[in-house]
């Protein structure tokens, strides 16, 4: 099983390279479809990492990914500016379990 990274920066597709993850840069929205389909169809790909800001951009396909049961991961990481979202992990703990921490 491989996993690649779908980034909008080239500082974290060298880092996550330092991992052994290889990455592909897309820039504008058909790119990121581009990759992004490219990715999903191949049945070599287990992990499909994004960064928030491609997250953002195609948000409803990723969603619609998830849905249909597809034996992919989709992860989404920050990028080098960090989490946009300070709040993200709390509010997905009170999502997921009904409690603030």
Same mark, same amino acid.
Not at 29 to 39: S, T
Not at 52 to 59: A, Q, S, V
């Given at each position: 099983?491989?996993?690649?990274?779908?980034? =909008?920066? #080239? =500082?974290? &597709?060298? %880092?996550? #390279?330092?991992?052994n &993850?290889? %990455? *592909?840069?897309? /820039?504008?929205k =058909?790119?990121? @479809?581009?990759?992004?389909?490219?990715? *999903?169809? +191949?049945?070599?790909? %287990?992990?499909?990492?994004?960064?928030e800001?491609?997250?953002? =951009?195609?948000?409803? /396909? *990723?969603?619609? !990914?998830?849905?249909? %049961?597809?034996? /992919? !991961?989709? *992860?989404?990481?920050? +990028?080098?500016?960090? !989490?946009?979202?300070? @709040?993200?992990?709390?509010?997905?703990?009170?999502?997921? &379990?009904?409690?603030?921490?």
């Amino acid at each position: 099983m491989k996993s690649i990274l779908i980034s =909008d920066n #080239r =500082d974290t &597709i060298i %880092g996550l #390279r330092l991992a052994n &993850i290889e %990455g *592909v840069l897309a /820039q504008t929205k =058909d790119e990121i @479809n581009i990759h992004f389909k490219n990715a *999903v169809e +191949d049945k070599e790909i %287990g992990i499909i990492i994004i960064t928030e800001k491609i997250f953002e =951009d195609m948000k409803e /396909q *990723v969603l619609e !990914l998830k849905r249909s %049961g597809s034996t /992919q !991961l989709i *992860v989404t990481i920050p +990028d080098r500016t960090g !989490l946009k979202d300070k @709040n993200f992990i709390m509010r997905h703990i009170k999502e997921s &379990i009904g409690i603030k921490i």
